[in-house]
């Protein structure tokens, strides 16, 4: 949330976004317009973890495959790449 707002959110409005985990299927979005719409990140900080801890969604579905790469920034090399 703190990320978003401070980091994100401080760009202009016309900057394109690409969601990572967006569920409707939508390729880009822009700053302003999630400035504007979502419906999550217009709430105050402690409303937004209540409605996140309530979500109940379903693990992505790649999600033990991309963990190990995540946990290791993305950086693999052959000693990593075994370890996964």
Do not use: C
């Amino acid at each position: 949330y703190q990320s978003v707002h401070s980091q994100i959110f401080s760009l202009p409005d016309e900057t394109i976004l690409y969601p990572a985990h967006d569920y409707k299927g939508r390729l880009l979005t822009y700053v302003g317009e999630e400035k504007r719409l979502n419906q999550r990140l217009t709430k105050p900080e402690p409303e937004f973890i209540e409605i996140m801890k309530n979500l109940n969604l379903p693990l992505p579905k790649k999600i033990e495959a991309s963990l190990p790469y995540n946990l290791v920034d993305g950086q693999v090399d052959s000693q990593t790449s075994a370890a996964i």
